[in-house]
């Protein structure tokens, strides 16, 4: 949770310093017009990528599949937009990032990777993503693979001996 409030900070700090170093460069009416310039134009990039977005979630949906890429596009959209909304220029290059298609498809592996993926399997114990127990007790320290087989080294071999099965007349 520190880790987040850092970054929320540290993101108006670097778009400030970014914007004084640019207005020192190129001037501060000439750093006005490239921030509201950026910004017009990943927002007309943001709406037509969403536009693309919905019919792809729709013809997925009358195919009968489920839209879960689409999906992740469409949050990573709402979120481009809150950035480029957002004055400055670091913001703009993160919103842009998240909405030209070509950058965003690396963003949505390595979310559906570290994060969505994750918090599925802890929620789903395991089930959403196939990771679960197949022989003997969650949480024993041992986890069955794929075989069902145990991969412990503490399984032991009892021999024939050890079980007697009667015939059920235990009156002898």
């Not at 030209?100 to 802890?122: G, M």
């Not at 087989?149 to 099965?165: C, K, L, M, R, W």
């Amino acid at each position: 949770m520190l880790r987040l409030i850092a970054v929320l900070l540290l993101i108006p700090l670097l778009d400030i310093m970014l914007l004084l170093a640019v207005a020192g460069v190129i001037g501060g009416l000439e750093t006005v017009l490239l921030v509201v310039l950026t910004a017009l134009v990943g927002m007309l990039l943001a709406r037509a990528e969403g536009r693309h977005t919905i019919s792809k979630i729709q013809r997925k949906l009358a195919r009968g599949e489920a839209p879960t890429d689409e999906l992740i596009d469409g949050g990573l959209l709402i979120a481009a937009g809150a950035f480029l909304l957002t004055p400055g220029l670091v913001t703009d290059l993160v919103g842009l990032v998240l909405v030209v298609p070509l950058t965003r498809y690396p963003v949505r592996v390595a979310l559906k990777k570290w994060v969505i993926t994750p918090y599925v399997d802890t929620k789903t114990g395991g089930f959403a993503t196939g990771q679960v127990y197949t022989a003997g007790f969650p949480g024993d320290g041992e986890r069955a693979d794929v075989t069902g087989q145990q991969t412990g080294e503490d399984t032991y071999d009892v021999g024939d001996d050890d079980y007697d099965i009667g015939d059920g007349d235990d009156n002898r």
